[in-house]
């Protein structure tokens, strides 16, 4: 997967900084300049074509909520503003998320993280099943299936991520946006009822790496 590009938009040169360090200290994440203004963030869009757009409410020369609106890429609004129009316009708009500054940047961290996971999920060259979009939207949310409905969901991901072909448990929860782990005690618990088939792999190290394959 390649990394995240993030524009951050806000008038205030501490608060971009800060924000962008944010981004940037993030695994998988690429920080760009920040932009001050709404041109300035219109025409970054336009040569460095971000994934994701950081933007305030209110900057000089405009509405952050409309470029949210018309920018074409996923957005997070990060704003003072609390009043409810507001944070209705931003969602309207397409936020897929609103958060009141000033804030602890872990708690972007934790959004930009649950984005990344969202994105690889909805990054497939397969067909999405409603089980994959909907886990998606609840990654976005922070929202935690419940045991029984999250281990059906989750063993049907894992094994629709497997196709016709042959992989390890880290392809797996590469495919899928689950950790390694998680593909892992699917992918043994899907073996031990006989869904997958699994092989021993020996690299150039000796070590053996397990490799998955569905069918019995």
Do not use: C, W
């Not at 961290?109 to 996971?117: C, F, I, K, Q």
């Not at 999920?121 to 397969?126: D, G, I, K, V």
Request: proline share 4%.
């Amino acid at each position: 997967m390649t990394d995240i590009r993030v524009l951050v938009v806000d008038d205030d040169f501490r608060v971009a900084g800060l924000h962008r360090d944010a981004v940037a200290s993030r695994p998988g994440f690429v920080a760009l300049e920040p932009a001050r203004t709404v041109g300035e963030a219109r025409a970054a869009l336009a040569a460095h074509r971000p994934d994701l757009l950081l933007a305030d409410v209110y900057l000089p020369d405009g509405d952050g909520v409309e470029l949210v609106r018309s920018a074409g890429v996923d957005a997070f609004v990060l704003s003072a503003a609390t009043d409810a129009e507001t944070v209705r316009r931003a969602f309207t708009a397409g936020a897929l998320a609103y958060l009141v500054k000033p804030f602890d940047t872990r708690v972007l961290a934790e959004r930009l993280d649950r984005y990344a996971r969202y994105r690889n999920l909805l990054t497939s060259s397969r067909p999405l099943s409603q089980d994959d979009i909907d886990r998606a939207a609840s990654v976005m949310r922070g929202e935690r299936e419940g045991p029984s409905l999250a281990r059906s969901a989750t063993e049907q991901t894992v094994l629709a991520a497997l196709g016709a072909d042959e992989a390890s448990a880290s392809e797996v929860a590469e495919r899928t946006g689950v950790s390694r782990a998680t593909a892992q005690r699917h992918l043994t618990a899907l073996a031990e009822r006989g869904l997958v088939q699994v092989s021993l792999r020996y690299g150039s190290t000796g070590r053996p790496e397990h490799r998955f394959r569905a069918g019995a």
